[in-house]
């Protein structure tokens, strides 16, 4: 993604914007991490009331965007295409098996109608019978081998078809993880909006509390009632794959870091080196929750 540099907007006169706080309970990107990747220029936090502009904002900081996240989507959509290719391969090939199959089908029946149309002229002819007799032992020489190529035809048919299926199902899976790839990244754009619209405030904005009903205007009023406290509850183990697909995340961290560092952009620096300093003991707690 492009750099973060330049002169950015600050939220009062002459102050750099504060970072958003800690306390205000984000689930997806860490409080770090938002402070980096909401440091914006007063270009950029000019197109934000553009949804779609905005969007493109948030994605060109976001140094998933450029790394992971493409890589996944672009892996998916490659797996996919190579799937239905071999879908495709697959269903040609499970037509002509289909042909044949009826070819040897038909040339098995085809010779058994002849046998017995022979032997019902030789049991009134006894001219005919040398025909039957060839017939017959035609059909005993042949009869295994078409019984056999039949079988394999089956076989091969039967194969295909299960594979088919099989690659159905890894496209539907793919189509299912390219949706929640999409989802993670409306959500991740929805938390950036919420923390911009926090570090810079504007006149124009309403207030959060705006919307209180009357029913918690009186429980304001009235004295407060202190609540035990409650203890903490533990963090749940992470899920399959969770620790693979941050170790990934860092390392493309630290690649972009390495690029920035060669090319001179200090500021580009300074933010891959905020991300990194708030991600890396998360990947640490990780790796003592999952026991490595």
């Not at 499970?94 to 030789?122: D, F, G, N, P």
């Not at 794959?241 to 300074?270: F, T, Y």
Request: hydrophobic share 40%.
């Amino acid at each position: 993604p492009p750099a973060v540099g330049g002169a950015r907007a600050a939220a009062g006169p002459g102050a750099e914007p504060p970072a958003p706080p800690a306390e205000l309970g984000y689930e997806g990107a860490s409080a770090a991490w938002l402070s980096a990747t909401t440091a914006l220029t007063q270009e950029e936090l000019a197109s934000l009331d553009d949804p779609a502009a905005a969007y493109k904002v948030f994605l060109s900081n976001d140094p998933r965007a450029a790394d992971i996240w493409q890589s996944d989507l672009d892996s998916m959509q490659t797996e996919k295409r190579e799937r239905a290719d071999e879908a495709r391969r697959l269903g040609e090939e499970l037509e002509r098996t289909k042909e044949a199959t009826q070819k040897v089908q038909s040339a098995l029946s085809s010779l058994k109608q002849k046998l017995h149309e022979a032997e019902a002229e030789a049991a009134i002819d006894p001219s005919a019978a040398q025909r039957a007799a060839t017939l017959r032992g035609l059909l005993a020489q042949e009869e295994p081998k078409l019984v056999q190529l039949f079988d394999e035809k089956r076989q091969r048919y039967e194969l295909d078809f299960a594979r088919l299926k099989e690659i159905k199902r890894e496209i539907s899976h793919l189509e299912h993880g390219r949706k929640k790839l999409e989802a993670t990244v409306q959500a991740e754009f929805a938390l950036w909006r919420r923390a911009v619209a926090q570090r810079y405030p504007r006149a124009d904005a309403k207030p959060l509390a705006a919307a209180t009903t009357t029913a918690e205007s009186v429980e304001d009023a009235s004295p407060a009632q202190p609540t035990p406290p409650t203890p903490a509850p533990a963090a749940p183990p992470p899920p399959p794959g969770a620790l693979q697909a941050a170790e990934k995340a860092l390392a493309m961290l630290r690649q972009r870091l390495e690029e920035a560092r060669l090319s001179g952009d200090e500021s580009r620096q300074q933010m891959l080196n905020q991300l990194l300093a708030a991600e890396e003991p998360k990947l640490a707690r990780m790796r003592m929750q999952i026991g490595q």
